[in-house]
Structure formats: C-alpha cells, structure tokens
C-alpha cells in the first residue's frame, strides 16, 4: 500500500533522500524570498491557509519536531503527544507578520536545528522516542521535520503558485 499525507511521519520521512543537504538547502529560503505581498497573503480557497501560514506552520512544526528530537536523544523516553496543527496556525499572528519576518524565523529555527543535528552522535541519531502513534528513531523524525517541509512546498506549487 502506497504512503499517503495521513500517514503523515513515515510519508513524511520518505519524501527525503539526503537528510543533510535537504536541511542545508537555499531553495525553498529562496522560493519564499522571491513572493511578492499579495502571493504571500494569498490562499487558493475559502478556509485554506495563506502563505503566510503555511510558512509559520512550517516553523512551528521543525520547532516541535526540534524540541522531540532532542528529549529523544537524551534518552528520555517519555512519549510525547502530538499537537493541533489548525490551533496553532488559528491562534498565531502570522498573517500580521510580514513575510520577510516569517522567513527570518523560518531560518532561525532552521540554524538552531542544523546546531542540533551537528550535536548528534551516529548512536544518537539510531535511538528511538515515541510522539503522537510513532515511534520512529532521531534520524526519523530529522527526515520527516524536513519532508513536512517538502511535503508543503510541492503544495504550494501545485495549488498557490500556478
């Protein structure tokens, strides 16, 4: 049976096939720094998220993911509840924000987790932890941070930037 988004982490994960050059590419930095602001504010259907709040959920997302990997790595095995991606982005102000600031923070939060991965020993990255239904090891759950990303961008050329 083919991987679907419901699968979510492992359809994710499997969307990714070099987990340091995706997490060290310029090309989606690029393709968000070349929006001009209506493309930024733009959503391609009634109750669909803009731009905007794809790229802050996006964030929001690498920062959790972040923030699991490195309780896993420490070897704290507690398992960890998966979050409301629509909570999130409804009680945000990312389509206040300016798109330049969203991508500020996008890159901030992209140089703390390249900081992270660079703090991982081979062993580290092997060691397992469980969020939400997955248990999946570190170097899991860096693909599927990554893959969310990818997952997201191929979104945003297939229905928001025909």
């Not at 997490?23 to 001009?36: R, V, W, Y």
């Amino acid at each position: 049976m083919a991987l679907t988004v419901s699968d979510e982490f492992p359809y994710y994960a499997s969307l990714v096939k070099n987990l340091n050059e995706t997490f060290h590419s310029e090309e989606n930095f690029n393709l968000f720094s070349g929006l001009t602001p209506e493309q930024w504010n733009f959503a391609y259907a009634p109750g669909k998220w803009t731009i905007k709040q794809i790229v802050g959920h996006i964030t929001d997302h690498e920062r959790i993911m972040s923030y699991r990997i490195l309780r896993f790595s420490r070897k704290d095995a507690t398992p960890l509840p998966g979050y409301d991606q629509d909570l999130m982005v409804n009680n945000s102000r990312f389509n206040e924000l300016s798109g330049s600031d969203l991508l500020d923070d996008l890159k901030n939060v992209r140089r703390a987790t390249l900081s992270l991965m660079r703090s991982l020993s081979p062993e580290q990255l092997q060691l397992t932890g469980k969020a939400w239904k997955y248990e999946l090891t570190i170097e899991d759950f860096l693909k599927a941070t990554i893959g969310h990303e990818l997952h997201h961008i191929q979104i945003l050329h297939e229905r928001y930037l025909k």
